[in-house]
């Protein structure tokens, strides 16, 4: 149940608006969420300038539910790719209630994430065949699967007048050579339920795919979010697939169109 709230920060008290029937029940409690990472798996070395020199590699994790992370809206942001969406920097665990960053074969079958504020399952640079399968991804603040792969400078990059633009100036993890492959590739997400998301970030889906390759969404229902459940951020790598999935209920808080959006 969502409630409202106000902080008297001059008498330092907190003010609840109880969204319920009557008065608020003896057994009902407060908790304050201050955790924005619940689980975090990582290679060793891996970021936006490196591969990982160990890959954390066949971890599952079955039956398991995630919740209660909180927001992270406020936290530093960047441009993933070519298109135009923003998200939390993905060199930061805090990046997404559970992060993979340096994985092989990493596995979450029949897990819920529920109420998390911010971003609900974020796979940062090299992740390769990570599944998330019959699970539940509802109730978040930010994107419920968020995809961030890294690229570095070829030496041919331009701004938007055709001037050179020289590699020390591009942040580490851009530019427009993906060949070292520390992207997320093979990624699966099959059989699986995403709603209500995007309470906070409305630029969100069920699925973003930045600079990532040969994501495959299958199988799988989609609906009520404020943009498009599927947002292919840019033609990165190709390879990608969709099939067997339903969604509806797309763009509920913004004048586009589309369940599933393609840049680039």
Same mark, same amino acid.
């Given at each position: 149940?969502?409630?409202?709230?106000?902080?008297?920060?001059?008498?330092?008290?907190?003010?609840?608006?109880?969204?319920?029937?009557?008065?608020?029940?003896?057994?009902?409690? /407060?908790?304050?969420?201050?955790?924005?990472?619940?689980?975090s798996?990582? *290679?060793?070395? !891996?970021?936006?300038?490196?591969?990982?020199?160990?890959?954390?590699?066949?971890?599952?994790?079955?039956?398991? +539910?995630?919740? =209660?992370?909180?927001?992270?809206?406020?936290?530093?942001?960047?441009?993933?790719?070519g298109g135009? %969406?923003?998200?939390?920097?993905?060199?930061?665990?805090e990046?997404?209630?559970?992060?993979?960053?340096?994985?092989?074969?990493?596995?979450?079958?029949?897990?819920?994430?529920?109420?998390?504020?911010?971003? *609900?399952?974020? /796979?940062?640079g090299?992740?390769?065949?990570?599944?998330?399968?019959? $699970?539940?991804?509802?109730?978040?603040?930010?994107?419920?699967?968020?995809? %961030?792969?890294y690229?570095?400078?070829?030496g041919a990059?331009? =701004?938007?007048?055709g001037?050179?633009?020289?590699?020390?100036?591009?942040?580490?993890?851009? +530019?427009?050579?993906g #060949?070292?492959?520390?992207?997320?590739?093979?990624?699966?997400? $099959?059989?699986?339920?995403?709603?209500?998301?995007?309470?906070?970030?409305?630029?969100?889906?069920?699925?973003?795919m930045?600079? #990532?390759?040969?994501?495959?969404?299958?199988? @799988?229902?989609?609906f009520? *979010?404020?943009r498009?459940?599927?947002?292919?951020?840019? !033609?990165? *790598?190709?390879? #990608?697939?969709?099939?067997?999935n339903?969604m %509806? @209920? @797309?763009?509920?808080?913004?004048?586009?169109?589309?369940c599933?959006?393609?840049? +680039?």
């Amino acid at each position: 149940m969502q409630e409202e709230y106000f902080v008297d920060g001059l008498r330092n008290e907190l003010y609840l608006a109880y969204n319920g029937t009557g008065k608020p029940p003896p057994s009902l409690k /407060l908790g304050a969420v201050t955790l924005q990472n619940l689980l975090s798996i990582r *290679g060793d070395g !891996a970021g936006p300038g490196s591969l990982p020199t160990k890959v954390a590699e066949n971890i599952s994790v079955v039956g398991v +539910g995630f919740r =209660d992370a909180g927001y992270t809206y406020m936290n530093p942001h960047g441009n993933p790719g070519g298109g135009d %969406w923003g998200l939390q920097s993905p060199q930061y665990d805090e990046a997404g209630a559970v992060y993979l960053s340096g994985t092989s074969g990493v596995r979450f079958v029949s897990c819920t994430f529920k109420y998390l504020d911010g971003n *609900g399952v974020f /796979l940062a640079g090299f992740n390769r065949n990570a599944t998330i399968t019959k $699970s539940e991804l509802t109730q978040i603040g930010d994107s419920a699967i968020a995809l %961030w792969g890294y690229t570095k400078a070829s030496g041919a990059e331009q =701004d938007l007048d055709g001037a050179p633009v020289p590699a020390s100036a591009l942040p580490p993890g851009t +530019g427009i050579d993906g #060949s070292d492959g520390n992207q997320p590739r093979g990624t699966v997400v $099959s059989e699986s339920l995403c709603h209500e998301i995007g309470f906070f970030q409305k630029q969100s889906s069920c699925v973003h795919m930045g600079k #990532s390759m040969e994501t495959s969404i299958l199988d @799988s229902v989609f609906f009520n *979010g404020p943009r498009a459940h599927v947002n292919q951020n840019d !033609a990165f *790598g190709l390879g #990608s697939r969709m099939a067997g999935n339903v969604m %509806w @209920s @797309s763009c509920r808080e913004s004048s586009d169109r589309e369940c599933i959006k393609a840049s +680039g």
